[in-house]
Nanobody, 124 residues
């Protein structure tokens, strides 16, 4: 079992930055691929970024490439999402997800564990 707790959300002006964190409890964090997803009101949950269990592979949605960076610190059992040049359309609830031995897939169905989410609001 893995429990995930996101933090770092908040209100930011367009063009600003935020860093989201997702702390995992449980054993063997380094064997879990991690993903970040987001969901805006009235919309489906969508992939934002993923990182493989070994950390060698990352993937990003086209809408965030060049602006967002996913990283992991296995010693702290934490995955991060650095978000720069934020736009109003980035506003959403952001969720982290985990699956053991995964590749950082963009599909929500590939993940077994989910956090409760953290809200990001971007003012124009």
């Amino acid at each position: 079992q893995v429990q995930l707790v996101e933090s770092g959300g908040g209100l930011v002006q367009a063009g600003g930055s935020l860093r989201l964190s997702c702390a995992a409890s449980g054993r063997a964090f380094s064997t879990y691929a991690m993903g970040w997803f987001r969901q805006a009101p009235g919309k489906e949950r969508e992939f934002v970024a993923g990182i493989s269990w070994g950390g060698s592979r990352t993937d990003y949605a086209d809408s965030v490439k060049g602006r967002f960076t996913i990283s992991r610190d296995n010693a702290k059992s934490t995955v991060y999402l650095q978000m720069n040049s934020l736009k109003p359309e980035d506003a959403a609830a952001y969720y982290c997800a985990a699956v053991q031995w995964g590749s950082g897939s963009s599909s929500t169905s590939r993940y077994d564990y989910w956090g409760q989410g953290t809200q990001v609001t971007v003012s124009s």
